[in-house]
Nanobody, 122 residues
Framework: QVQLVESGGGLVQAGDSLRLSCASS????????TGWFRQAPGKERDFVAA???????TSDESVKPRFTISRDNDKNMVYLQMNNLKPEDTAIYFC????????????????WGRGTQVTVSS
């Protein structure tokens, strides 16, 4: 069983940066594809970025080039570096992991964290 725990969210001002962290217990991230998703109030959960087993990554056009996903295999952590934050980035951010090599769509993610709140004030 894989358990994911996000951290690093908070209240910041527009233009600030935050780094979200995702910790895994039970499996190494290098054996999974890992993604970040976000859900703004009253909206559906959206894909933000993903990093695959081999280290390749992808991100949604809406966050390029401000957001970067990375992984530290030694610490077994996945990060989401968010720069130049905007009020529209306000959301709960979720870490998720998939057994697929390249998961397509939220439904292909098997394991989910509870999320961390990011609030960006203008």
């Amino acid at each position: 069983q894989v358990q994911l725990v996000e951290s690093g969210g908070g209240l910041v001002q527009a233009g600030d940066s935050l780094r979200l962290s995702c910790a895994s217990s039970g499996r190494a991230f290098s054996t999974l594809a890992t993604g970040w998703f976000r859900q703004a109030p009253g909206k559906e959960r959206d894909f933000v970025a993903a990093i695959f087993r081999g280290g390749g990554s992808t991100s949604d056009e809406s966050v390029k080039p401000r957001f970067t996903i990375s992984r530290d295999n030694d610490k077994n952590m996945v990060y989401l570096q968010m720069n130049n934050l905007k009020p529209e980035d306000t959301a709960i951010y979720f870490c998720a992991a998939s057994e697929d090599l390249i998961p397509i769509g939220e439904r292909r993610y098997n394991y989910w964290g509870r999320g961390t709140q990011v609030t960006v004030s203008s």
